[in-house]
Nanobody
């Protein structure tokens, strides 16, 4: 059974930075694509970023492109999301996800099989 545990969330002022981590256990995820999503009480869970198993391809939502960087360290079985120039609208619970048996676009929630419990990010204005 795969377990994903996010960390690194917190409260930050607008313009600040945070780095989220997602540690995987139970299975080596080096052969699988992974992604980050976020959710607020007002919105459905939305795609933030995704990365291929080899890190050769990365994908970003328009709203974060140029400010966020997704990366992974397969030796540590860990996924990262570096968030720069944070805005109040980036506030939400951030979830990491792994695509093991799933299919489809990495921007779609349905493509992922395993999810973490989420970490809260709050950006104050």
């Amino acid at each position: 059974q795969v377990q994903l545990v996010e960390s690194g969330g917190g409260l930050v002022q607008a313009g600040g930075s945070l780095r989220l981590s997602c540690a995987a256990s139970g299975r080596t995820l080096s052969n699988y694509a992974m992604g980050w999503f976020r959710q607020t009480p007002e919105k459905e869970r939305e795609f933030v970023a995704a990365i291929s198993w080899s890190s050769s391809s990365t994908y970003y939502a328009d709203s974060v492109d140029g400010r966020f960087i997704i990366s992974r360290d397969n030796a540590k079985n860990t996924l990262y999301l570096r968030m720069n120039s944070l805005k109040p609208e980036d506030t939400g619970v951030y979830y990491c996800a792994a695509q093991i048996d799933g299919l489809g676009s990495l921007a779609s929630q349905g493509a992922y099989d395993y999810w973490g419990q989420g970490t809260q990010v709050t950006v104050s204005s």
